[in-house]
């Protein structure tokens, strides 16, 4: 059977563009499917190559030299893989594709608090990308949960759109890197507690 593609990456997260970078130079016809965001979960202080970078600021560099390589691309949710021994089906919530091989690059979920109003609230008012949502809270107070690396450079990125961030911490001290705790006390807009 003839396929729609060599290859089928499932994730748009570092290891999910990587990928589809590598089989593009290697010529291979490849398809990348995200559900959600480019750039995944993606924390970093100290990117070889790159002074200093953000995650969401990396995550959006990745996605511009995938978009320069017309690498393509579907926004869809991957609902089941079908194998067929010598081609592979991918079945989304829009549609079907095939291809020879399937990289699968999901990555991680967000941690979540497992409150009772949290799914409800999702969309609204509750998010877990600043990157993606940050702007709908542009000069509004919002607050963080989380004192390791990830929600120490959310708060530092929502720092300048937001008039307020507050961290919400459930240990008396912050556990991410020394660099960002500096950073993020001397934000005279986020406050700890």
Do not use: H, W
Request: glycine share 8%; with cysteine.
């Amino acid at each position: 059977m003839k396929t729609d593609y060599d290859v089928i990456v499932i994730g748009m997260g570092p290891a999910g563009i990587t990928s589809a970078l590598y089989l593009k130079r290697a010529n291979l016809n490849c398809l990348i499917i995200e559900k959600n965001t480019p750039g995944g979960l993606l924390t970093v202080e100290n990117y070889p190559g790159i002074i200093q970078i953000t995650g969401p600021d990396l995550a959006y560099k990745f996605y511009e030299q995938l978009n320069a390589q017309q690498i393509p691309q579907k926004f869809e949710e991957v609902k089941e893989i079908i194998d067929n021994n010598d081609y592979k089906k991918v079945v989304t919530n829009k549609g079907e594709y095939t291809a020879k091989k399937i990289i699968i690059a999901i990555g991680r979920e967000p941690k979540k608090l497992k409150n009772t109003n949290e799914e409800r609230l999702e969309g609204k008012g509750i998010s877990f990308c600043s990157l993606c949502d940050g702007t709908l809270y542009k000069n509004e107070e919002v607050s963080i949960i989380g004192g390791g690396n990830s929600a120490l450079e959310e708060a530092l990125y929502l720092s300048d759109i937001c008039k307020k961030v507050t961290i919400i911490n459930k240990s008396n001290s912050l556990k991410g890197d020394s660099i960002l705790i500096d950073k993020v006390n001397d934000k005279e807009n986020i406050e700890v507690i």
